[in-house]
C-alpha cells in the first residue's frame, strides 16, 4: 500500500503516464490529418497510414510509436520506483522497518506491473477513441487481433524494460535506471536497422506487433520472459545485500 501511495501521488509517474497515454495516442492520430494530401512525397513518408491505411496503418503506426515511446516511458518509471530512495535520502529508515528489503523490492515490482497494466489499458482506450474521432470509421473484425497486439505490446515493452530496475538499484540513483534505459532503446534501434532485430529480445516485441505476428515466432516471444524474471531475481537480491556505507 505505502508503494502505492508513493506512485500515485509522484509527478513523474503522473506526467510519464499522461505523455504515455495522451502523447502517443496523439502523434499517431495527428499523422492522419496529413494523410489528405496530394503531395506524393509526404505520402511516401506517412508510410502505414497511407498504404494499407485505415484501422490497419493506424494501429501499425501506434506500435511503432509505443515500442520507441513505450520502453524509455517506462524506463523513467522504473528509474523513480527504485531509485528515489536513494535520491531522497529514505533508504536508511528502510533498514530500520521489520519488513525484508527483498519483499520491498517485490512489492516495488508489483506496483509497477500493476501500473502498467493500466496504462496500457488506457492507451487503447485512447487509441480507439481518438481513431474514430479522426474520423477512421467502424473497427473492421480484421483490425482487432491489432488491438490485442497493440495491449500486449506496451505490457511487453514494460516487462522487457525491467533490467533498469536492477540498474537504478546497483547504481543508487535514477538517473543511473534512466540511462540504461536509454541505452536498450539505443540498442534496439541499431539492431532492428542491422536486421538483427529479431535476435535481440530488447527488439522482439515492437517487430512482432509491427509485423502483426508474421516477423517473430512464439519461441522468440518468449525470450522476453526469462529477461524479465531475471532481471526481477537480480533486483530483489541487489535490495537484500544492500549496504548503507555504500
Do not use: H
Request: net charge positive; charged share 10%; glycine share 10%.
Amino acid at each position: 500500500m505505502t508503494e502505492l501511495v508513493k506512485l500515485s501521488r509522484a509527478t513523474v509517474a503522473r506526467a510519464t503516464t499522461v505523455i504515455l497515454v495522451l502523447g502517443i495516442s496523439l502523434i499517431c492520430s495527428s499523422m492522419l490529418l496529413a494523410t489528405n494530401t496530394a503531395d506524393p512525397q509526404i505520402a511516401a513518408k506517412l508510410g502505414p497510414l497511407i498504404d494499407p491505411g485505415g484501422w490497419a496503418g493506424y494501429l501499425t503506426v501506434a506500435a511503432q510509436v509505443t515500442s520507441a515511446g513505450g520502453l524509455l516511458g517506462c524506463g523513467v518509471v522504473l528509474s523513480w520506483i527504485f531509485g528515489r530512495e536513494f535520491a531522497d535520502g529514505t533508504i536508511t529508515g528502510l533498514f530500520a522497518i521489520p519488513i525484508s528489503r527483498p519483499t520491498i523490492a517485490a512489492a516495488k515490482l508489483l506496483i509497477y506491473l500493476t501500473w502498467l497494466t493500466i496504462c496500457s489499458i488506457a492507451l487503447l482506450t485512447a487509441l480507439l477513441v481518438f481513431g474514430l474521432a479522426f474520423g477512421l470509421g467502424p473497427i473492421p473484425a480484421a483490425a482487432v487481433p491489432a488491438l490485442g497486439r497493440q495491449f500486449v505490446l506496451l505490457v511487453l515493452t514494460g516487462i522487457i524494460a525491467l533490467p533498469v530496475a536492477w540498474a537504478a538499484t546497483i547504481g543508487r540513483s535514477i538517473l543511473a535506471g534512466i540511462a540504461v534505459a536509454v541505452g536498450l532503446l539505443v540498442l534496439s534501434q541499431i539492431a532492428v536497422v542491422a536486421g538483427a532485430g529479431r535476435w535481440l529480445p530488447f527488439s522482439i516485441p515492437a517487430l512482432w506487433a509491427i509485423s502483426g505476428g508474421t516477423d517473430v515466432t512464439a519461441a522468440r516471444l518468449a525470450l522476453v520472459i526469462p529477461i524479465a524474471a531475471g532481471s526481477a531475481v537480480l533486483a530483489m537480491l541487489s535490495w537484500q545485500k544492500l549496504q548503507l556505507d555504500r
